[in-house]
């Protein structure tokens, strides 16, 4: 081979590999496969503790002494992946005996009416202010919730209900003590639990 086609097969070699080594250095560095977390952080609990007290002094109410001035309260809620847990407790009531315990559309007030009717996530279209839903398909433990509760020798007792449903544009605002010790399930007078011994009002939209 001449010394010139040598040389131009030289600078040929040349350039290609510099062509090579720019286009090579153009390229942006690929980002490592990542996969991003679908796990979203949970709202903590929010716990709320009251006193029962005469209406008009404070956000827990006595309306009879089956529920004394004086007993304790609290309610904690856990919500997330579409279901609620609702834990309640009872210090200072009548000692061995149940109570039947619901959450209500509406805050405590000077009577125990004013806590309005049983929370329900699918509203019973039969149901008036007049005539609360007492219909199995609507007032159920999956529907309401549903806190009944027995004490011990020290008047300490304590519950929990989980439901599959959260809250959005409607939450319930209080926790209503009633009288009898369960409550009903038969038709016509499912949810039902005698009269209200004692309020407490609580935010459970956060």
């Known amino acids: 081979m001449s010394r010139s086609l040598l040389a131009m097969a030289v600078l040929g070699s040349t350039a290609l590999i510099t062509t090579a080594l720019i286009t090579a250095c153009a390229q942006p560095d690929k980002p490592a496969n990542t996969t991003p977390s679908s796990d979203q952080p949970k709202p903590a609990p929010a716990e709320f503790t009251g006193t029962l007290a005469a209406p008009g002094s404070g956000a ?7 529920a004394p001035i004086g007993a304790q309260l609290t309610v904690k809620i856990t919500t997330g992946d579409g279901s609620t847990t609702v834990d309640f407790g009872a210090k200072g009531m009548q000692p061995s005996r149940g ?13 125990g009416a004013d806590a309005g009717p049983h929370y329900q996530n699918n509203i019973d279209p039969a ?8 219909d199995p398909a609507y007032a159920n433990t999956r529907n309401e919730i549903w806190l009944d509760f027995r004490t ?18 409607r939450a319930p605002a209080s926790i209503v003590v009633h ?28």
């Open 60 to 66: 827990a109410v006595s309306y009879n002494p089956a």
């Open 99 to 111: 109570y039947a315990v619901h959450a209500h559309t509406k805050p405590c007030g000077a009577t």
């Open 127 to 134: 149901a008036t202010p007049e005539k609360p839903s007492a």
């Open 152 to 169: 011990d020798a020290q008047g300490a007792g304590s519950s929990k209900a989980t439901v599959p449903f959260g809250f959005t544009d």
């Open 179 to 206: 009288e009898k010790e369960t409550t009903a399930t038969h038709h016509g007078q499912a949810g039902t639990a005698g009269g209200r011994l004692a309020c407490f009002t609580v935010p459970f939209k956060q």
